[in-house]
């Protein structure tokens, strides 16, 4: 059980929105910097948010990253087929140590 | 462009000690411009961070691991590697070493990943 909670999974059609939401507490993403990765299937992870909302060079503006308090949320819009992969939350906790949520799945339906 | 590549056996016996290395390409392994982890993923499962080594040597160790991990640096290779000990089944899981180009911080934001080494425990 992780202790950053992500939905098991999301589903969407193509070309719409989806959120992926990442709940935390204070001692992890409320006082530190929250990233997003993507894991193609079959693929190492990949860097698509950092600092809460920042894009790595080469990441398209489709992907958008925010926070609020203990939570953190990952805006995919004009969604493809390709999109269609695990998403992790990352973020750093006092214990101290790196956390990762447990993941979610999203289907382009 | 910074590359990682891991090595290591894809066979580990339970309670022998689990050895991987990382050789990065691109950058120099002593750079204050960059740190080093290790993060693992067992089959069909989520990801799970091992520990951080920085330029400076020190490191920091998930604290499920921390007994049974040492990262450290082998500058004059250019590696950084991984042993855990006592393994069990339990640590059967895809092993990736990851960095981040930024300066030294601690945080979870690794832009750079190798492709994963596959490690099984079993006898």
């Known amino acids: 059980q992780s202790v950053l909670t992500q939905p098991p999974s999301v589903s969407a059609a193509p070309g719409q929105k989806v959120t992926i939401s990442c709940s935390g507490s204070s001692s992890n993403i409320g006082n530190n910097y929250v990233s997003w990765y993507q894991q193609l299937p079959g693929t190492a992870p990949k860097l698509l948010i950092y600092?809460?909302?920042k894009r790595p060079s080469g990441i398209p503006d489709r992907f958008s990253g925010s926070k609020s308090g203990t939570s953190a949320a990952l805006g995919i819009t004009g969604l493809q087929t390709g999109d269609e992969a695990d998403y992790y939350c990352g973020t750093w906790d006092t214990s101290p140590s790196a956390l990762f949520g447990g993941g979610t799945k999203l289907t382009v339906l | 462009q910074l590359q990682l590549q891991e090595s290591g056996p894809g066979l580990v016996k339970p309670s022998e000690t689990l050895s991987l290395t990382c050789t990065v390409s691109?950058?120099?392994?002593?750079?204050?411009?960059?740190?080093w982890g290790w993060i693992r993923q067992p089959p069909g499962k989520g990801l799970e961070w091992i520990g951080n080594?920085?330029?400076?040597?020190?490191?920091y160790y998930n604290p499920s691991l921390k007994s049974r991990v040492t990262i450290s640096i082998n500058t004059s290779q250019n590696q950084f590697s991984l042993r855990l000990r006592s393994v069990t089944a339990a640590d059967t899981a895809v092993y990736y070493c990851?960095?981040?180009?930024?300066?030294?911080?601690?945080?979870?934001?690794?832009?750079?990943w190798g492709q994963g080494a596959l490690v099984t425990v079993s006898s």
């Open positions: 600092d809460n909302n």
């Open positions: 080594i920085f330029y400076t040597g020190s490191t």
């Open positions: 691109g950058a120099s392994i002593s750079s204050s411009n960059y740190y």
């Open positions: 990851a960095s981040r180009d930024g300066p030294p911080r601690l945080e979870n934001s690794f832009d750079y």
